[in-house]
């Protein structure tokens, strides 16, 4: 049987029992309506004999039509209330009885009385008397028998009420104890089987005892635990595949690091060599080569010093990827100001405008942030360079809704040459050029390390732009230490 239709037979067993008990009280009840109905009936005998015996001495003392009349009147009455009495008692039939026939004598006694008969006057009336006073002391004892069981009736209530009260309670709280005792001893066995899991042994089981709703959500238990074992199978499993390739990664980054050593030093060298070599060709056999050999000369050199700058920002990127970010709080306008200055032998000779806003603090790396906005400017100082004036603009603000320490976003937008918007998913990508060698330097990884840094403190890069309308940039930083 289930805990619901448990629950249902321990509501409707009590209220069955209590409809019961009030069907008896019921019962009960309307006999003790009957019982006064009957007490009523003998009151109403006694009051009528109670009349005709006034009545009787009334006649014999005056005599009279009208008392006649009214002796008359009240025997008729008596009759009819006798002949309608029900009593169910044996005694009270046999008193019942024994009153209707003294009132059949009464009558004949009165008959004889009103008729004037020559029988004794004085005996007639004295027989007439005794006949009343005993049919009068008949019906008061029938009277008094009646409400003597009225009060047994309602003492019988009483006592069932007083029963049936002391029975529902015993019933409800037996019920209520056993369902109790149920639930609560199993909801102890799970509470403990999840302890014993909770302490990391998933290979225990709760014994399902029952069908019902605790059996199911036993039975429902084991199968957790079994799909926790199998989880944690799964994960030692994918734990020890990532600590393998923790480990080949930390190998990797060690092989890394020797190439970056490798291309820091080994193959810097040559390229020294030969930008040096070509610059004493330059110098010492000038005028041995024609116009076409000097200038193969030059395109060497320049591809030289533009290896060796490709080879600083491949650098730049790996050191991106791999540095550990000491985040503090920057003030931005002491480093837009200082990178700005850094950034003076780029725009020397030129009508350069920054219009620099202030800037609201925000949390990063200090060399991080710093190289971020020296690509940022160091873009829009290049690719403004055809404009007179150049004009770029530096902002920043809180992000909306939020206060400090939210997210802070900052913009810098130029009046360059920007770029075709339908290229713009490639700005960001490594060694992603939109313009030509021809028309700007660069080796398309300043950008890439931006977006390295930004995504390394949690941030966003976006960047939007049209051809010959200039470019705007906007990354996002954290206001805050908790958005670290």
Partial sequence: ??????????????????????????????????????????????????????LTQEFLLYGGSRVAGQLAKQQAILAASLAAARFTAPEQRALLESIRQGQGDLGRLLRLLLQGTAVSRDQLAGALLVKVQDLRFKARQL?????????????RIDNLVLVALTVLTLLSVTLLTWLSRRLIHGLERLGAAMHRVEGGNLAYQVTVESGDELGRLAAAFNAMTGRLRDSKTLVEERTAALSRRTAELETANADLEA???????DLRAPLRAIDGFAAILREDYAPRLDAEGVRLLGVVSD????????????????RAGRQTLRLIELDMNALVQEVWQGLEPQRTGRAVDLHLAELPPAWGDPGAVRQVWQNLL???????????????????????????????????????????????????????RLHGMDE???????????KRYI????????????LGAGATFCFSLPGGPNDE
């Fill in 440 to 450: 700007f330097e660069g080796t398309g990884v300043g950008l890439a390390i931006v």
């Fill in 143 to 155: 009277a008094s028998r009646e409400h003597l069981e009225v009060v047994q009736i309602q003492r």
């Fill in 303 to 318: 591809n030289a010093r533009r290896m060796a700058q490709l080879i600083d920002d491949i650098l730049a990127l790996s």
């Fill in 259 to 265: 190439f970056s050593y490798s291309v820091s030093h």
């Fill in 378 to 432: 160091g873009n829009a100082l290049k690719f403004s360079r055809d404009r007179q004036p150049a004009v770029i603009e530096v902002s920043g603000r809180p992000e909306a809704g939020e206060t400090v320490p939210g997210t802070i976003f900052y913009r810098v937008a130029d009046n360059g040459a920007g770029f075709d918007p339908a290229y713009a998913g490639k700005l960001f990508g490594l060694f992603q």
């Fill in 455 to 466: 995504e390394k403190h949690g941030g966003r890069v976006t960047g939007e732009g049209r």
């Fill in 1 to 54: 049987m289930s805990i619901k239709t448990q629950l249902r037979v321990a509501a409707w067993l009590p209220a069955l029992f209590g409809l019961v008990i009030g069907a008896g009280l019921w019962v009960s009840w309307q006999g003790v309506d009957r019982a006064r109905a009957r007490a009523e009936q003998a009151e109403l005998s006694v009051r009528t004999i109670s009349e005709l015996n006034a």
